[in-house]
C-alpha cells in the first residue's frame, strides 16, 4: 500500500464504510425491538415471563394465543371487553375523519383558490390551532363538556377530534390544491362550469390522492389519541377508546401483561398497516399530482 | 375521477374561449370575483365555525377561568360575570413544585428535543446512500413516530419494570449489575464513573429517552428531504479539493442542514413542552418527572381546582410563547449576519 493510501481521507472512508451498516443495524434495532418485544409477550405464557424475563424466543409448542380471546371478550365472559373498545374506536376514528374532510376539503379549496374576505387571517389561525397546547385547550373544554352533560359521550369527543383536525387538514390539502394548475378549471369555467362544478369535476379528482392520504392521516391521530380521551370518557367504561382501555387496565394488577399485550398489539396493528398503505398512497400522490398537458 | 379525462382536454384548446372573454364586459369580471368571494366564504364557514366554537372561544374562557375562583363543585354557579382576581395566578406561582415542574418542563423539552434531532440527524446521514431495501428500512424507522403512545409507553414499562423487565434482567445477567434499576419510579440514582459518584435522575433521564424514541424519526424524515435537496456539485467539488468525509459534513452539509434544523428545534421544541401523554403513561408525573401539562391535568382532575389548572395552563403558554420569540428573534439575527 502506498503512503498517500493511509491518508486522514482514506481513514475516514474506511471508519464510515464500517460505521454506517452498524449505524443502520442498531437504529432498526432501536426502531423495531419493541414492536417485537410486544408481539413476543402477547404469544407468550405469564408463567414463562416472570419465570425468564430475558428470553427472546417462544417455541411454537409454549405459544399461547388465548391471550388475544382474553383480551377481546366481554366482561361478562371474563375478558377485557377489547372488542367493545375497538368498536369505539373506530366509530371515533371513522367518524372524524368522514366529518373533517367534509368541511376541510371544501375550505382547503376556498382557501387556495379563491379570493375572500379575511383569507389570509383565517388560514394563519388554522396553522395557529396546530401549535395550541392541548393541556390549555383540556380545562375549558372539559368545564364545557361537564357543564353541558356531554362528557362520556363519544360524539362529545369526535366534535373536539374534528375541531383539532380540521384545521391541520386545511393547512395540507391547501397546499396541494395550490400545485393543481388553474388553468384547467379557468378552461371549465369557460365551458359553462360554475365554480362548485369546476370544484367537483375538475380539482377534486386531481386532489384525491392527497385527499386519501389526509384521511389516512386524521383515522391515525383519532386512532391515537390519548388526552381527551381520558379526560372525557374515564367513568364510562363502556365508552373507553382502545388507547383509554389499555392506559387504564395497564394500572391494574388483575390483569396479566401478556393480555394487556395482546392488547397493545390489537391497538397498535390497524396504525401500522395503514401507516404502508399510507407511503404508497403519498409518494404516488405526488408523482401524479404533476401537471399534464 | 372519471370526470377529469373527459375534462381534461378542454386545457388544450385555449384558441376558441379567447373571443368568449373578450366579448364579456368589464362588469361581469368583478361579478366573477364578487361569487368567488361568496362561494369561499361559503366554502370556509363550516371549518371556521367549528374552529370558533371548539378552539377560540374555550381559549379565550381558559383566561375568563384563570381570574375566578373556580371549582367542580361550583361549576354551575359560575357566571362570566363573576369576581375576578389575580388570587389563582399569586396562589400558583407560590404553590409547592410549580417552579420545580416549570424547569422539569424546560429540561424536558431540551433533552428531548436535542436527543430527537441528534439521533434523526445521525439516521439521515447513516441511509443517505442508496441500497437494496432502503425504502423498507426508512419506513421502518418511521414506525416509532406513528405507533399508538399507548402501547409504546406500556411496552417500554413493561421492558424496563424492575421485577420482570427484560432490560433489569439482561443488566443483571450479562452486565453484572448488583440491583435492578427502578427506571420510571426512582428520582436519582448515583452512578459511578471513573471513581466519581455522580448523581442521576434516572426517571428523567429515561423519560427524555423515551421522547427522543418516539420522535427522531420526526427529525430524520426532514433532514432526509433536505439532505436529498442538496446539490451533489458541492461535494464532488470538495473532494477534488481534497476534503476528506467529515470536512465535507461540516463545511458542506452541515451549513446546508442549518436552517432545517433550527425550524425542527422550534417544533419539537414547542410539542415537547406541552407534551402530557408520555409523561403521564410512563410515571404518571411521580419520581421528579411532573411536568406543567401533567400538573394541569391533575388540578382539573383530582382536585377539581379549574381555576388554577386554567391559570397554570396560561402559564405554561405564555413561557412557550416567549421561549419561542426570543428563539425566533436570535436566529433570526444570526441567519442576518451569516
Known amino acids: 500500500m502506498s503512503a498517500g493510501g493511509w491518508s486522514r481521507s482514506h481513514v475516514e472512508d474506511r471508519l464510515f464504510a464500517v460505521l454506517r451498516p452498524v449505524l443502520i443495524l442498531a437504529l432498526l434495532l432501536v426502531s423495531l425491538f419493541p414492536f417485537y418485544y410486544m408481539v413476543l409477550l402477547s404469544f407468550r405464557p405469564l408463567e414463562g415471563v416472570l419465570q425468564n424475563p430475558g428470553s427472546l424466543w417462544v417455541s411454537p409448542a409454549d405459544m399461547d394465543l388465548s391471550t388475544y380471546s382474553d383480551v377481546l371478550k366481554s366482561v361478562d365472559d371474563g375478558g377485557q371487553d377489547f372488542l367493545n373498545f375497538i368498536k369505539n374506536s373506530m366509530l371515533v376514528a371513522l367518524g372524524t375523519m368522514v366529518l373533517a374532510l367534509l368541511v376541510a376539503v371544501p375550505g382547503a379549496y376556498a382557501v387556495s383558490r379563491l379570493e375572500f374576505f379575511g383569507r389570509n387571517q383565517i388560514s394563519a389561525l388554522f396553522l395557529a390551532v396546530y401549535f395550541f397546547p392541548s393541556i390549555l385547550l383540556a380545562v375549558p373544554l372539559f368545564v364545557f363538556y361537564t357543564r353541558i352533560g356531554l362528557r362520556g359521550s363519544l360524539v362529545g369527543l369526535l366534535i373536539v377530534y374534528v375541531a383539532q383536525v380540521a384545521a391541520v387538514s386545511i393547512y395540507m390539502l391547501r397546499n396541494y390544491f395550490d400545485t393543481i394548475p388553474a388553468s384547467l378549471e379557468e378552461a371549465a369555467a369557460i365551458d359553462g362550469c360554475n365554480r362548485l362544478q369546476a370544484m367537483w369535476h375538475i380539482s377534486l379528482p386531481l386532489a384525491l390522492p392527497a385527499i386519501v392520504s389526509n384521511a389516512l392521516f386524521v383515522f391515525m391521530i383519532a386512532w391515537n389519541e390519548f388526552l381527551f380521551a381520558l379526560l372525557f370518557l374515564v367513568e364510562r367504561r363502556e365508552n373507553w377508546t382502545v388507547s383509554l382501555g389499555l392506559s387504564q387496565l395497564a394500572g391494574s394488577i388483575e390483569v396479566p401483561t401478556t393480555v394487556l399485550m395482546a392488547g397493545s398489539v390489537i391497538l397498535t396493528l390497524p396504525i401500522i398497516v395503514l401507516f404502508f398503505i399510507g407511503e404508497k398512497w403519498l409518494t404516488g400522490g405526488l408523482t401524479a399530482g404533476a401537471e399534464k398537458g | ?338
Open chain 2, 1 to 338: 375521477m372519471t370526470a377529469s379525462p373527459s375534462q381534461a382536454p378542454v386545457a388544450d384548446q385555449p384558441a376558441e374561449p379567447q373571443p368568449g372573454r373578450r366579448r364579456t364586459p368589464r362588469g361581469s369580471r368583478s361579478t366573477r370575483a364578487k361569487q368567488d368571494a361568496r362561494t369561499g366564504l361559503a366554502l370556509i364557514t363550516p371549518t371556521f365555525v367549528i374552529v370558533l366554537v371548539m378552539v377560540v372561544l374555550p381559549i379565550l374562557w381558559t383566561i375568563s377561568l384563570a381570574f375566578q375562583s373556580v371549582r367542580l363543585l361550583n361549576l354551575r354557579t359560575v357566571s362570566l360575570f363573576g369576581d375576578y382576581s389575580f388570587d389563582n395566578f399569586s396562589n400558583v406561582l407560590t404553590s409547592d413544585g410549580f417552579i420545580g415542574a416549570l424547569v422539569t418542563t424546560l429540561v424536558y423539552s431540551v433533552g428531548g428535543t436535542a436527543c430527537a434531532i441528534a439521533l434523526g440527524l445521525v439516521a439521515a446521514l447513516a441511509l443517505r446512500k442508496p441500497f437494496k431495501g432502503r425504502g423498507l428500512v426508512r419506513a421502518v424507522l418511521l414506525l416509532p413516530y406513528v405507533a399508538p403512545v399507548v402501547a409504546a409507553a406500556f411496552v417500554w414499562s413493561t421492558l424496563l419494570n424492575p421485577q420482570y423487565g427484560l432490560v433489569n434482567n439482561w443488566g443483571e445477567n450479562l452486565l453484572g449489575w448488583d440491583d435492578p434499576i427502578a427506571f420510571l419510579s426512582s428520582r436519582s440514582d448515583t452512578l459511578s464513573v471513573l471513581g466519581l459518584d455522580l448523581g442521576v435522575p434516572t426517571a428523567l433521564l429515561t423519560v427524555i429517552a423515551f421522547e427522543a424514541w418516539r420522535s427522531f424519526p420526526f427529525a430524520f424524515l426532514f433532514l432526509t428531504a433536505r439532505i436529498e435537496a442538496i446539490p451533489g456539485t458541492y461535494e464532488e467539488a470538495a473532494v477534488l479539493d481534497g476534503a476528506t468525509a467529515s470536512q465535507r459534513f461540516r463545511h458542506i452539509i452541515l451549513p446546508q442542514l442549518a436552517p432545517t434544523i433550527a425550524v425542527l428545534s422550534v417544533l419539537r421544541f414547542i410539542w415537547t413542552f406541552n407534551n402530557f401523554d408520555d409523561i403521564y403513561l410512563l410515571t404518571g408525573g411521580g419520581a421528579g418527572t411532573e411536568v406543567v401539562s401533567v400538573r394541569v391535568f391533575r388540578y382539573l382532575t383530582a382536585r377539581g381546582d379549574i381555576g388554577a389548572a386554567a391559570a397554570q395552563a396560561l402559564v405554561l403558554a405564555a413561557i412557550l410563547a416567549v421561549v419561542v420569540t426570543l428563539y425566533l428573534k436570535f436566529f433570526g439575527r444570526r441567519e442576518e449576519q451569516a
